[in-house]
């Protein structure tokens, strides 16, 4: 039995500051919890200081593996007018995991309007990404992935650019921490040049919303469009935009990624 990102959120135990949740195995990726729902948990809890103010970006660093049991600590660093600056600490069994700062921003009057324009529904050829137990990480058995452009990792053919499409299995309206949550799904790029399988990890991660006034309701068809900037001595750099089922685009994504091979 699996359990959805919406039961995951509603069972964390939520204080002004502080978040403690106990994450099943489902949501694993290797020997940590997924790096996207250690974010998605850190901006829950961040919400306990800051409950109504957007989102505007989140810089998280992984420190080291996060068990399944994790104690969220957040607080203040700066609140000025318009803006409210947030760390939040992620902490396992054997002590700091994770450090992630959030920062809130109200809308401005601005003359500067600059929007990416959306994208109409793909007509390319589908590749099913795989959920093989023991061999892709467990958390991917809560996304339907399937590839629109590029090739799958370990495929021997090297990719710089690939298209994603993703459904998540979970119920209900899209929140802010869906958002966080499909934005990490995508493994590293320069993985699709290697024949044999291999672990990869994410080292940092920059999240920025691009502040759309409503989320959409459907959880099926979003996507990912991501292109691979770099890849030498076991690092790769890699950006991505996130897009609606409409195809508005809801996120900014930049990593620095490891890969062990």
């Known amino acids: 039995m ?11 135990t939520v204080a002004s500051g502080t978040l403690e949740a106990h994450i099943a195995s489902d949501w694993m990726q290797g020997r940590s919890v997924y790096g996207g729902l250690q974010t998605a948990l850190a901006l829950r809890a961040m919400r306990s200081l800051v409950p109504s103010m957007p989102i505007r ?14 104690r969220a600590e957040c607080n203040v660093l700066r609140e000025g007018k318009n803006t409210v600056q947030v760390e939040a600490k992620l902490f396992g069994t054997d002590g700091l ?8 921003g109200l809308a401005r009057p601005s003359q500067i309007q600059v929007t990416l324009p959306s994208e109409q529904p793909l007509n390319l050829g589908v590749t099913k990404f795989p959920f093989l137990p023991g061999l892709t990480p467990n ?16 495929s021997g053919v ?19 921490e869906h ?48 292109t691979l900037v770099s890849a030498e ?10 897009r609606s089922p409409a195809g508005q685009a809801l996120a900014l994504s930049r990593q620095c990624m490891l890969v062990f091979g």
């Not at 699996?2 to 964390?12: E, I, K, N, R």
């Not at 058995?141 to 370990?154: M, S, T």
């Open 233 to 242: 001595s076991g690092y790769s750099n890699q950006s991505s935009i996130l």
């Open 57 to 70: 970006s989140l810089q998280t660093n992984f420190i080291a593996p996060l068990s399944e049991h994790v």
């Open 97 to 104: 995991t994770t450090q992630i700062l959030g920062v809130f």
């Open 2 to 12: 699996t359990t959805p990102l919406s039961s995951v959120l509603a069972q964390a």
């Open 158 to 176: 090297e990719t710089t650019n690939a298209i994603y499409e993703l459904d998540l299995h979970d119920s209900g309206e899209t929140t802010e």
């Open 179 to 226: 958002i966080v949550v499909f934005a990490d799904v995508v493994p590293p790029l320069g993985m699709s040049g290697l024949r044999t399988p291999t672990f990869g990890s994410t080292l940092t991660w920059m999240l920025e919303f691009l502040g759309a006034a409503t989320l959409p309701k459907d959880l099926a068809n979003w996507r990912l469009h991501t």
């Open 139 to 154: 958390f991917t058995q809560h996304f339907a992935i399937r590839l629109r452009e590029g090739h799958l990792p370990f």
